[in-house]
């Protein structure tokens, strides 16, 4: 049973593109968080997605991101117009039911750099 | 202030050395996780615990809901553990990240 996938792992962009994150959660799992690890910083949530639904965007900048979870495939974090402050570690979780007290698990991350 | 508080932030430590983490949290939580994450690495969950204590190999977590405050050990400590240990709060139903305790072990 594979675990949490994301990619791509590494990300360079130039300021202005845009960039997209997948996270193949384990199978099982219809519940997808995404987090943020800016560089010497905790990490921050970001959105908290079911399948086709958002369940919670709290910690999403209100400009250029965006978040899906479609019924098939991946969920897909969006962020257009990057800059340079955009720069960090960017984990996903997955969880076989949502709420709270369910154990998450975690993806080896996207590190996004922009030039 | 950070709702989730580690301490310390920094840890050095010689092999076979008894090792112990702290965690405060201010906000109400239904359950607290401790992360392993290693340099340039993902995150593993070592645990989920929402009260008493739970073991597995040489890591012991605890956790006192009632002074808000949970503690990791890693007991006859070796220098693969070198790695940044994370608590996370659960608060409704999004977790709450400390900002890490960074520990080397030496050999």
């Known amino acids: 049973n594979a675990g949490v996938m994301q990619n791509p792992r590494h990300l360079v962009r130039r300021r202005g593109q845009e960039a997209r994150l997948r996270c193949s959660p384990m199978?099982?799992?219809?519940?997808v968080y995404w987090y943020r690890q800016l560089p010497e910083e905790g990490l921050k949530f970001m959105v908290y997605?079911?399948?086709?639904?958002?369940?919670?965007e709290s910690g999403m900048p209100k400009e250029r991101f965006s978040a899906e979870f479609p019924k098939e495939g991946p969920s897909i974090l969006r962020i257009q117009q990057v800059v340079r402050g955009d720069s960090a570690a960017y984990f996903c979780?997955?969880?076989?039911?949502?709420?709270?007290?369910?154990?998450?698990?975690f993806g080896p991350g996207t590190r996004l750099t922009v030039l | 202030k950070n709702e989730v508080e580690q301490s310390p932030q920094n840890l050095t430590a010689q092999e076979g050395e008894f090792i112990t983490i702290n965690c405060s949290y201010s906000?109400?939580?239904?359950?607290l996780h401790w992360l392993q994450q290693h340099p340039g690495g993902g995150i593993v969950s070592l645990f989920m615990?929402?009260?008493g204590k739970k073991k597995h190999g040489r890591l012991i977590a605890t956790i006192n809901i009632q002074e808000k405050h949970s503690s990791l050990h890693i007991t006859a400590s070796h220098p693969r553990d070198s790695a940044v240990y994370i608590c996370?709060?659960?608060?409704?139903?999004?977790?709450?990240f400390g900002t890490g305790t960074r520990l080397q072990v030496f050999p």
């Open positions: 979780a997955s969880s076989p039911r949502g709420g709270r007290n369910n154990e998450q698990f």
């Open positions: 199978k099982g799992h219809s519940h």
């Open positions: 997605l079911q399948k086709e639904n958002i369940i919670d």
């Open positions: 906000v109400g939580i239904s359950a």
């Open positions: 615990l929402s009260s």
């Open positions: 996370a709060v659960y608060n409704t139903d999004k977790l709450i």
